[in-house]
Nanobody, 115 residues
Framework: VQLVESGGGLVQTGGSLRLSCTAS????????MRWYRQAPGKERELVAS????????YYVDSMKGRLTISRDNAKNTVYLQMNSLKPEDTAVYYC?????????WGQGTQVTVSS
């Protein structure tokens, strides 16, 4: 089982990034996919979630209106489009696959927003 995130980097305030997470080793289309983030000294928090068929999505209030989560089950990939980024969005972003109590995690990708 593997989840590989990409697309992180350094961006100025107001900029955009698109994160990708490509899965292998399990039936991607059967798993709810989530993006979490963890800033230094803070707990990991859920920022977005998408159901198996993309019919339901969730966004954390602090980023609502600036995030779009999507998935392509044919490509085993989930995306997170982030717009109007702020310095407080700086964190390591992780994708996670969930099915009941079973969860897989990626290694994370750093997002740094400069002021």
């Amino acid at each position: 089982v593997q989840l590989v995130e990409s697309g992180g980097g350094l961006v100025q305030t107001g900029g955009s990034l698109r994160l990708s997470c490509t899965a292998s080793g399990f039936t991607f289309s059967s798993y709810v996919m989530r993006w979490y983030r963890q800033a230094p000294g803070k707990e990991r928090e859920l920022v977005a979630s998408i159901s198996t068929t993309s019919s339901n999505t969730y966004y954390v209030d602090s980023m609502k209106g600036r995030l779009t989560i999507s998935r392509d089950n044919a490509k085993n990939t989930v995306y997170l489009q982030m717009n109007s980024l702020k310095p407080e969005d700086t964190a390591v972003y992780y994708c996670s696959a969930r099915q009941g109590l079973l969860a897989y995690w990626g290694q994370g990708t750093q997002v740094t927003v400069s002021s």
